[in-house]
């Protein structure tokens, strides 16, 4: 495991001896006071943000030794971070039950989804399922993370560091590896709710 990805559970509480971790502990969630909301409506706050375009990735993590198989979730929330050191950074839902997997591999790999994966990406936003059956992917170099047959561009990363942000954890990656694949296809992108495709 990552000696990172070591340090990230050591702050958490998390058990550090050598062997699979049982279990993430998940950060504490307060509730939050009337008095401490914004007046601002749920529907509304998506509705207004859901103008910014964004593309759409698959973060994945390669199974963990406790025999659970590979991890993924669709995620929209990503970014480039820094040239140096190279990072990037995605963001995951404090609640999620596949974050605690990622976080136990201490490693993961952002697949960059192309214009005609929407389909995919529907199947790795469904939770509980099995994500990966019959879907064909390889090990990425560094990490041996999934690497999604079909996506246009991929990073492999070690967790560098974790963040929280309201009820989102903030999650930024050493990149070890990248490439992209032969190929023109467009960027898959979320717009308003739905998937699109980039004309120039």
């Not at 030794?65 to 140096?84: I, K, N, R, T, Y």
């Not at 192309?114 to 399922?129: D, I, P, T």
């Amino acid at each position: 495991m990552a000696a990172t990805a070591v340090r990230y559970l050591r702050s958490v509480g998390a058990p550090t001896a050598t062997g699979p971790f049982a279990t993430l502990p998940r950060p504490e969630l307060r509730a939050v006071g009337d008095d401490e909301r914004a007046p601002l409506d749920p529907g509304e706050f998506r509705r207004v943000l859901g103008h910014f375009a964004t593309g759409v990735t698959v973060i994945t993590a390669p199974p963990c030794p406790a025999g659970e198989g590979p991890a993924g979730f669709a995620c929209q929330s990503f970014a480039s971070l820094s040239l140096d050191p190279p990072l990037v950074a995605f963001m995951v839902a404090r609640t999620s039950t596949t974050w605690p997997r990622i976080a136990r591999a201490g490693v993961f790999c952002v697949n960059i989804l192309g214009a005609g994966q929407g389909e995919l990406c529907r199947a790795f936003a469904v939770s509980g399922a099995d994500k990966f059956a019959g879907v064909a992917y390889d090990a990425a170099p560094v990490s041996g993370s999934p690497r999604l047959a079909g996506a246009p561009a991929w990073v492999d990363c070690a967790i560098q560091a974790v963040h929280t942000g309201g009820d989102h954890l903030i999650v930024v990656g050493r990149v070890d590896a990248l490439g992209t694949t032969d190929g023109d296809a467009g960027p898959l992108l979320f717009h308003r709710g739905g998937f699109g495709r980039f004309t120039p």
